[in-house]
Protein backbone atom coordinates (compact mmCIF):
# COMPACT_ATOMS: atom_id res chain seq x y z
CA UNK A 1 0.00 0.00 0.00
CA UNK A 2 2.59 1.92 0.83
CA UNK A 3 4.64 1.35 -2.26
CA UNK A 4 1.47 2.27 -4.00
CA UNK A 5 0.98 5.71 -2.67
CA UNK A 6 4.32 6.85 -3.01
CA UNK A 7 4.04 5.87 -6.94
CA UNK A 8 1.20 7.61 -6.98
CA UNK A 9 2.34 10.72 -5.48
CA UNK A 10 5.14 10.91 -7.51
CA UNK A 11 3.71 10.72 -10.47
CA UNK A 12 0.77 12.98 -9.72
CA UNK A 13 3.56 15.47 -9.20
CA UNK A 14 4.85 14.87 -12.45
CA UNK A 15 1.47 15.98 -13.85
CA UNK A 16 0.64 12.63 -14.98
CA UNK A 17 -2.93 11.71 -15.20
CA UNK A 18 -3.89 8.00 -13.30
CA UNK A 19 -6.21 5.99 -14.47
CA UNK A 20 -7.17 2.48 -12.29
CA UNK A 21 -9.03 -0.74 -13.53
CA UNK A 22 -9.91 -2.58 -10.55
CA UNK A 23 -10.11 -6.13 -10.91
CA UNK A 24 -9.82 -9.39 -8.89
CA UNK A 25 -8.05 -11.19 -11.64
CA UNK A 26 -8.39 -14.31 -14.21
CA UNK A 27 -9.04 -11.47 -16.81
CA UNK A 28 -11.52 -11.67 -19.22
CA UNK A 29 -12.24 -9.56 -22.65
CA UNK A 30 -14.49 -7.33 -20.48
CA UNK A 31 -11.63 -6.38 -18.56
CA UNK A 32 -9.32 -5.71 -21.41
CA UNK A 33 -12.04 -3.82 -23.02
CA UNK A 34 -11.60 -1.79 -19.38
CA UNK A 35 -7.93 -1.63 -19.59
CA UNK A 36 -8.07 -0.57 -23.50
CA UNK A 37 -9.93 2.56 -22.73
CA UNK A 38 -8.30 3.52 -19.56
CA UNK A 39 -4.77 3.09 -21.21
CA UNK A 40 -6.22 5.47 -24.21
CA UNK A 41 -7.17 8.25 -21.44
CA UNK A 42 -4.42 8.49 -18.90
CA UNK A 43 -0.44 8.81 -18.41
CA UNK A 44 -0.01 6.09 -16.07
CA UNK A 45 -2.39 2.99 -15.94
CA UNK A 46 -2.82 0.85 -13.28
CA UNK A 47 -4.69 -2.41 -12.90
CA UNK A 48 -5.56 -4.04 -9.46
CA UNK A 49 -5.27 -7.47 -9.39
CA UNK A 50 -7.23 -8.88 -5.35
CA UNK A 51 -9.62 -11.23 -4.87
CA UNK A 52 -11.36 -9.23 -2.12
CA UNK A 53 -12.64 -11.98 1.07
CA UNK A 54 -15.21 -9.45 2.32
CA UNK A 55 -17.38 -9.14 -0.71
CA UNK A 56 -17.90 -12.68 -0.49
CA UNK A 57 -20.59 -14.27 1.60
CA UNK A 58 -19.94 -17.92 3.91
CA UNK A 59 -20.58 -20.78 1.26
CA UNK A 60 -19.77 -18.43 -2.16
CA UNK A 61 -17.04 -19.70 -4.08
CA UNK A 62 -14.06 -17.40 -2.53
CA UNK A 63 -11.65 -20.38 -2.58
CA UNK A 64 -12.58 -21.47 -5.60
CA UNK A 65 -12.78 -18.04 -7.40
CA UNK A 66 -10.82 -18.30 -10.60
CA UNK A 67 -6.89 -17.05 -10.64
CA UNK A 68 -4.04 -16.84 -12.83
CA UNK A 69 -1.79 -14.40 -11.83
CA UNK A 70 1.03 -14.84 -13.61
CA UNK A 71 -1.18 -14.92 -16.85
CA UNK A 72 -2.66 -12.02 -16.06
CA UNK A 73 0.36 -10.00 -15.20
CA UNK A 74 1.48 -10.85 -18.23
CA UNK A 75 -1.26 -10.07 -20.25
CA UNK A 76 -1.40 -6.91 -18.43
CA UNK A 77 2.30 -5.89 -19.80
CA UNK A 78 1.32 -6.69 -23.46
CA UNK A 79 -1.62 -4.07 -22.82
CA UNK A 80 0.57 -1.40 -21.84
CA UNK A 81 -0.18 -1.42 -17.71
CA UNK A 82 2.02 -0.20 -16.10
CA UNK A 83 1.50 -0.55 -12.69
CA UNK A 84 -0.02 -4.09 -11.26
CA UNK A 85 -1.48 -3.42 -7.65
CA UNK A 86 -1.91 -6.93 -6.01
CA UNK A 87 -1.77 -6.12 -2.37
CA UNK A 88 -1.99 -9.31 -0.02
CA UNK A 89 -5.28 -10.06 1.87
CA UNK A 90 -3.15 -9.49 5.13
CA UNK A 91 -1.96 -6.17 4.30
CA UNK A 92 -5.28 -5.37 3.33
CA UNK A 93 -7.14 -6.61 6.25
CA UNK A 94 -4.71 -7.02 9.06
CA UNK A 95 -5.62 -8.09 12.69
CA UNK A 96 -7.86 -5.94 14.28
CA UNK A 97 -9.69 -4.97 11.00
CA UNK A 98 -13.17 -2.90 11.67
CA UNK A 99 -14.14 -0.67 9.00
CA UNK A 100 -16.70 -1.25 6.17
CA UNK A 101 -18.58 0.97 3.97
CA UNK A 102 -22.62 0.59 4.35
CA UNK A 103 -24.70 1.72 1.35
CA UNK A 104 -28.30 2.56 3.04
CA UNK A 105 -31.42 1.12 0.06
CA UNK A 106 -29.28 0.41 -2.89
CA UNK A 107 -27.23 -2.06 -1.00
CA UNK A 108 -29.88 -4.63 0.24
CA UNK A 109 -31.88 -4.84 -2.70
CA UNK A 110 -31.25 -7.41 -5.78
CA UNK A 111 -27.66 -8.60 -5.88
CA UNK A 112 -27.45 -6.89 -2.00
CA UNK A 113 -30.54 -9.10 -1.16
CA UNK A 114 -29.18 -12.28 -2.18
CA UNK A 115 -25.75 -11.89 -1.07
CA UNK A 116 -26.05 -9.94 1.87
CA UNK A 117 -22.56 -8.18 2.91
CA UNK A 118 -21.66 -8.61 -0.91
CA UNK A 119 -21.61 -4.77 -1.37
CA UNK A 120 -20.33 -3.53 1.70
CA UNK A 121 -17.50 -5.58 1.09
CA UNK A 122 -16.98 -4.48 -2.50
CA UNK A 123 -17.36 -0.72 -1.40
CA UNK A 124 -14.86 -0.88 1.36
CA UNK A 125 -12.61 -2.51 -0.65
CA UNK A 126 -12.91 0.19 -4.03
CA UNK A 127 -12.33 2.80 -1.02
CA UNK A 128 -9.15 1.10 0.04
CA UNK A 129 -7.97 0.73 -3.67
CA UNK A 130 -8.71 4.38 -4.59
CA UNK A 131 -6.87 5.72 -1.23
CA UNK A 132 -3.69 3.66 -2.18
CA UNK A 133 -3.93 4.39 -5.99
CA UNK A 134 -5.57 7.94 -6.06
CA UNK A 135 -6.25 7.62 -9.22
CA UNK A 136 -7.90 10.69 -11.64
CA UNK A 137 -10.17 8.17 -12.96
CA UNK A 138 -11.19 4.63 -12.38
CA UNK A 139 -13.10 2.03 -15.08
CA UNK A 140 -15.97 -0.14 -14.37
CA UNK A 141 -18.39 -2.50 -16.14
CA UNK A 142 -21.97 -1.76 -16.92
CA UNK A 143 -22.02 -5.87 -16.29
CA UNK A 144 -22.12 -5.39 -12.94
CA UNK A 145 -24.69 -2.46 -12.53
CA UNK A 146 -25.89 -2.19 -9.29
CA UNK A 147 -22.39 -2.10 -8.18
CA UNK A 148 -21.10 0.52 -10.25
CA UNK A 149 -24.15 3.02 -9.62
CA UNK A 150 -23.16 2.13 -5.80
CA UNK A 151 -19.53 3.11 -6.65
CA UNK A 152 -20.83 6.08 -8.62
CA UNK A 153 -22.62 6.78 -5.72
CA UNK A 154 -20.07 6.47 -2.73
CA UNK A 155 -17.90 8.93 -4.53
CA UNK A 156 -20.40 11.55 -4.83
CA UNK A 157 -21.37 10.67 -1.06
CA UNK A 158 -17.77 10.71 0.28
CA UNK A 159 -16.65 13.36 -2.07
CA UNK A 160 -14.19 11.69 -3.70
CA UNK A 161 -11.92 12.81 -6.15
CA UNK A 162 -12.09 10.49 -8.88
CA UNK A 163 -14.17 10.12 -11.96
CA UNK A 164 -15.64 6.73 -12.51
CA UNK A 165 -16.44 5.19 -16.08
CA UNK A 166 -18.69 2.89 -16.86
CA UNK A 167 -18.53 1.12 -20.05
CA UNK A 168 -20.86 -1.61 -21.90
CA UNK A 169 -21.10 -5.10 -21.52
CA UNK A 170 -18.45 -7.11 -23.36
CA UNK A 171 -20.61 -10.09 -24.82
CA UNK A 172 -19.49 -12.99 -26.62
CA UNK A 173 -20.70 -13.52 -30.31
CA UNK A 174 -23.79 -16.21 -28.83
CA UNK A 175 -25.11 -12.70 -26.23
CA UNK A 176 -23.42 -14.45 -23.05
CA UNK A 177 -22.22 -11.93 -20.50
CA UNK A 178 -18.75 -12.28 -20.47
CA UNK A 179 -17.58 -13.10 -16.54
CA UNK A 180 -15.04 -14.85 -15.19
CA UNK A 181 -16.90 -16.98 -13.97
CA UNK A 182 -18.41 -18.47 -17.19
CA UNK A 183 -15.32 -20.46 -16.86
CA UNK A 184 -17.49 -22.86 -14.01
CA UNK A 185 -19.59 -23.61 -17.03
CA UNK A 186 -19.96 -26.83 -18.42
CA UNK A 187 -20.48 -27.06 -21.89
CA UNK A 188 -24.47 -27.39 -21.56
CA UNK A 189 -24.56 -25.09 -18.70
CA UNK A 190 -22.97 -22.51 -21.32
CA UNK A 191 -25.94 -23.11 -23.36
CA UNK A 192 -28.52 -22.75 -20.87
CA UNK A 193 -26.33 -19.89 -19.75
CA UNK A 194 -27.58 -18.34 -22.97
CA UNK A 195 -31.01 -18.21 -21.93
CA UNK A 196 -29.84 -14.92 -19.96
CA UNK A 197 -29.46 -12.80 -22.78
CA UNK A 198 -31.90 -14.23 -24.96
CA UNK A 199 -34.31 -13.46 -22.66
CA UNK A 200 -33.33 -9.54 -22.17
CA UNK A 201 -33.30 -9.15 -25.75
CA UNK A 202 -36.72 -11.14 -26.28
CA UNK A 203 -37.34 -8.14 -23.49
CA UNK A 204 -36.39 -5.32 -25.37
CA UNK A 205 -38.21 -6.86 -28.55
CA UNK A 206 -41.41 -7.06 -26.39
CA UNK A 207 -41.10 -3.13 -24.88
CA UNK A 208 -40.68 -2.30 -28.31
CA UNK A 209 -43.29 -4.08 -29.65
CA UNK A 210 -45.58 -1.85 -26.78
CA UNK A 211 -45.26 -3.58 -23.53
CA UNK A 212 -45.56 -0.75 -20.80
CA UNK A 213 -46.44 -2.69 -17.86
CA UNK A 214 -43.31 -3.97 -15.81
CA UNK A 215 -45.07 -6.70 -13.40
CA UNK A 216 -46.37 -8.40 -17.34
CA UNK A 217 -42.51 -8.24 -18.57
CA UNK A 218 -41.63 -9.67 -15.61
CA UNK A 219 -43.48 -12.48 -15.52
CA UNK A 220 -42.47 -13.21 -19.17
CA UNK A 221 -39.05 -13.60 -18.31
CA UNK A 222 -39.22 -15.40 -15.58
CA UNK A 223 -40.94 -17.79 -17.69
CA UNK A 224 -38.49 -17.73 -20.67
CA UNK A 225 -35.92 -18.11 -18.00
CA UNK A 226 -37.68 -20.92 -16.07
CA UNK A 227 -38.43 -23.18 -20.00
CA UNK A 228 -34.53 -24.43 -18.80
CA UNK A 229 -34.58 -26.42 -15.87
CA UNK A 230 -31.03 -25.93 -15.43
CA UNK A 231 -31.99 -22.23 -14.76
CA UNK A 232 -32.77 -21.37 -11.46
CA UNK A 233 -33.97 -17.77 -11.30
CA UNK A 234 -33.20 -15.07 -8.41
CA UNK A 235 -34.41 -12.30 -9.17
CA UNK A 236 -35.66 -10.20 -12.66
CA UNK A 237 -36.32 -6.90 -11.72
CA UNK A 238 -37.39 -3.69 -14.76
CA UNK A 239 -35.71 -0.64 -12.83
CA UNK A 240 -35.06 3.14 -13.47
CA UNK A 241 -31.78 3.45 -15.07
CA UNK A 242 -30.43 5.61 -12.09
CA UNK A 243 -32.14 4.74 -8.65
CA UNK A 244 -33.42 1.11 -9.42
CA UNK A 245 -36.29 1.57 -8.07
CA UNK A 246 -39.05 -1.00 -9.58
CA UNK A 247 -41.40 0.73 -12.21
CA UNK A 248 -44.57 -0.23 -12.51
CA UNK A 249 -45.04 1.64 -16.41
CA UNK A 250 -42.38 1.12 -18.65
CA UNK A 251 -41.72 5.15 -19.57
CA UNK A 252 -38.80 6.46 -21.44
CA UNK A 253 -35.96 3.94 -20.41
CA UNK A 254 -35.75 1.25 -17.58
CA UNK A 255 -33.23 -1.38 -17.02
CA UNK A 256 -33.58 -4.67 -16.57
CA UNK A 257 -31.60 -6.89 -14.05
CA UNK A 258 -31.92 -10.81 -13.47
CA UNK A 259 -29.74 -13.09 -11.50
CA UNK A 260 -29.93 -16.88 -12.11
CA UNK A 261 -27.87 -19.89 -10.96
CA UNK A 262 -27.04 -22.40 -13.82
CA UNK A 263 -26.05 -25.80 -12.42
CA UNK A 264 -25.18 -23.87 -8.77
CA UNK A 265 -23.13 -21.25 -11.52
CA UNK A 266 -24.73 -17.78 -10.16
CA UNK A 267 -24.78 -14.93 -13.31
CA UNK A 268 -26.03 -11.99 -14.08
CA UNK A 269 -26.78 -9.99 -16.69
CA UNK A 270 -28.34 -6.54 -17.49
CA UNK A 271 -29.59 -4.91 -20.40
CA UNK A 272 -30.72 -1.11 -20.47
CA UNK A 273 -34.14 -0.50 -22.62
CA UNK A 274 -35.67 2.75 -24.58
CA UNK A 275 -39.34 2.79 -25.43
O1 LIG B 1 -16.11 -6.12 -10.15
C1 LIG B 1 -15.14 -6.64 -9.55
O2 LIG B 1 -14.32 -7.35 -10.13
C2 LIG B 1 -15.01 -6.42 -8.06
O3 LIG B 1 -16.24 -6.35 -7.43
C3 LIG B 1 -14.15 -5.20 -7.71
C4 LIG B 1 -14.80 -3.91 -8.20
C5 LIG B 1 -12.77 -5.33 -8.32
C6 LIG B 1 -14.00 -5.08 -6.19
O4 LIG B 1 -13.39 -6.20 -5.65
Not at 10 to 36: K, N, Q, Y
Not at 253 to 264: C, H
Request: one cysteine or more.
Amino acid sequence: VAEMKECSAEERDRGRRLALVPTMGAFHEGHLSLIAAAGQDSDLLVVSIFVNPTQFGPGEDYEAYPRDFEKDVQQAEELGVHVVYAPSVEEMYPQGYEMYVEADRTGHILCGRSRPGHFRGVLSVVLKLFTAVNPHKAYFGEKDYQQLLLIRRMVADFHLDVEVVGMPIVREPDGLAASSRNAYLSSEARQSALGLSRALFRARETVTGGERDAAALRRKIISWLEEDRRVVVDYVAVCHPETLEEVRRIGEEVVILLAAKVEGTRLIDNLRVAT
